[in-house]
């Protein structure tokens, strides 16, 4: 899929495999968003028990996501994982709705490509009939802004962060 954006053309496919080092990068971004803190390298997230799951062993069995791509380069990923009761995420529901994971790569952000990646991983989760998406977030981070605008919504807190959920058939 080819998506035009303002001055930068940014193709976006499915995650593989081969996508798994890029996916940790991201998850390091996610994880470590603030602008005062330094992103921690794929391997060192990895080593995270607090964050780790949302990659290892990337693909598992139902996971699915969307890298966006400037020529050849990644500039960023959105992912879903599905969880159980005994094992997951901050954002988890229930074990039939996945969690999202979302980077940008930094000095492309502002640009579009978070939209256009969370628009095409909800596009993904509603041909597979994936009914419902959920997320975690600090409440200060800007991409709360973005979540609300695509339909997510507030439904619990941990620790003072929402968890937010997306129903993808009304989305
Ligand atoms: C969050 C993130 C994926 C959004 O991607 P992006 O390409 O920067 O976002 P977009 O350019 O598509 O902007 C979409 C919306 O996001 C919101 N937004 C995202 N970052 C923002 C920021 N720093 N300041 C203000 N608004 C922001 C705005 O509502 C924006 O809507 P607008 O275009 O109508 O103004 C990206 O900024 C990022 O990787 N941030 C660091 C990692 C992170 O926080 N991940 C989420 C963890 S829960």
Do not use: K
């Given at each position: 899929m080819i998506v035009w954006q303002p001055g930068a053309v940014v193709v976006l496919?499915?995650?593989?495999?081969?996508?798994?080092?890029?996916l940790r990068e991201m998850l390091a971004v996610a994880a470590d968003w603030r602008p005062e803190a330094a992103a921690r390298s794929g391997d060192e997230i990895v080593r995270d028990p607090a964050v780790a799951h949302y990659v290892v062993g990337w693909p598992r069995s139902g996971d699915f996501g969307v890298v966006a791509h400037d020529d050849d380069v990644p500039v960023g990923a959105a992912w879903c994982r599905f969880f159980d009761a005994g094992s997951h995420g901050y954002g988890f529901v229930s074990a039939d709705v996945p969690e999202l994971t979302i980077g940008v790569v930094a000095g492309r952000r502002g640009e579009g490509i978070g939209r256009v990646l969370l628009t095409g991983l909800?596009?993904?989760?509603?041909?597979?009939?994936?009914?419902?998406?959920?997320?975690?977030?600090?409440?200060?981070?800007?991409?709360v802004a973005l979540y609300l605008d695509v339909g997510f919504v507030e439904v619990s807190r941990v620790a003072d962060s929402p968890t937010m959920v997306l129903d993808c058939r009304t989305a």
């Open positions: 496919r499915s995650a593989t495999v081969d996508d798994s080092a890029f909800i596009d993904e989760a509603r041909q597979r009939g994936v009914a419902s998406i959920s997320l975690s977030v600090e409440a200060d981070n800007p991409a």
